[in-house]
Structure formats: C-alpha cells, structure tokens
C-alpha cells in the first residue's frame, strides 16, 4: 500500500516555490540581457572633398558601401548625400555592427 505524502509545513514550501521560481526569472533575465550590446560610435570631422562614399570605404571595412552609406545616414540623420566641410558625423567602432 503507498503512502500519500502529507504536506506538514506549507509555508516552507510554498516559501521554496518562491525562491525557485525567483531564481529561474533571474537566471533567464540575465541571459537575456547579456546578449544586448549598446553600439558604439566615433566622431569624425569631415575635410574638404570628402564624400560619404569615401568615408564608407575608408571605415567601412569590408562591408557592402551602399549599405554602410545608408546606415550613416541614419544615424546623423542625414536626407540627402551632402556633408559639409568641418562638420562632425559618427561612424560606428570598428566593433559593432550597424543595424
């Protein structure tokens, strides 16, 4: 014949519940967060007679250039292709990507 288990303490267990379901929100929260990464950008100063295009070949390093142009131009809010001299634009670090 089987025994039934009697709960004799409940508020230990549920106490234990708790814990336990704390512990696992924790643990899949801070997996979850670690995947993030806030990008990173530089400033650069524009000189006379650059172009995004040139820009995008110099620091684009192996990316596709209309892509990377397309992407600084999101990022400094820029509508049109036109940069002026001496103005400051950021260009993503070299390690991040721009998305």
Known sequence: MKKKYI???KKRF???IFILSLITFILIYTNAVSGYKEPQYQSIIVN???TLWSIAE???SNQNIR???Y???KINNLESSLILENT???IPSDDTSIE
């Open 88 to 90: 400051a634009i950021l």
């Open 48 to 50: 006379s007679g650059d």
């Open 71 to 73: 992407n600084l131009k």
């Open 58 to 60: 110099k620091y684009g």
């Open 14 to 16: 549920f106490s234990f």
């Open 7 to 9: 709960l004799k303490n």
């Open 67 to 69: 892509e990377y142009i």
